[in-house]
């Protein structure tokens, strides 16, 4: 094992997890970093008291400027827990950001004129603040995009694990 290992947990340390173990510690860092980001650009956009998930969900159902399904926003997100979801949706329906419709007998959510001036005022501030502070860090669009989908693929490889964990 080397010597100067930056973790979060070293006891989770072993001769074959190391690398995995670093690999966890920057994702825990990059998460809150992320996290304190948007609230901090959706405060500067004009909205104030949204938690990240509120956030993503908001973002996800502008998307493409489809209404969306509770469950399409669970699978797109892979959030698995719904209530987390349903509690946020409504939260964003009580702030006038999203409205929804019912169709047959299920909830179709879009969002509202607010809520898509939100959206753009975020993507904005994001420019503003975020993309262009990306370019002094010398990452290629194609290597940003490697990691991305680098990211994706352990995504999954935790899903997996996820699965194989529940039926011990």
């Known amino acids: 094992m080397p010597d100067k290992v930056i973790v979060a ?15 966890e510690f920057g994702m825990i860092i990059a998460n809150s970093a992320f996290h ?3 609230m901090h650009c959706a405060k500067t956009s004009g909205v104030v008291d949204l938690a990240p998930l509120d956030i993503l969900i908001v973002h996800h159902i502008n998307h ?14 892979n959030v698995e827990d719904v209530h987390t979801v349903n509690y946020s ?7 006038h950001l999203v409205q929804g419709e019912k169709v047959g007998k299920e909830m ?7 809520g898509r001036a939100f959206c753009k005022r975020y993507r904005e501030v994001r420019e503003d603040c975020l993309v262009d502070s990306l370019k002094s860090f010398n990452f290629s669009p194609d290597k940003l995009t ?3 989908e680098n990211l994706r693929a352990l995504s999954g490889l935790y899903d997996q694990a996820s699965r194989e964990a529940a039926s011990l």
């Open 9 to 23: 947990s070293s006891h989770l340390l072993s001769e074959k997890g190391t690398c995995l173990s670093e690999f």
């Open 36 to 38: 304190r980001w948007m």
């Open 108 to 114: 179709f959510y879009k969002t509202s004129e607010e």
């Open 64 to 77: 493409r400027e489809r209404s969306k399904r509770l469950s399409d926003i669970c699978f797109v997100l």
């Open 89 to 95: 949706v409504k939260k964003l329906l009580k702030r």
């Open 146 to 148: 490697e990691i991305a």
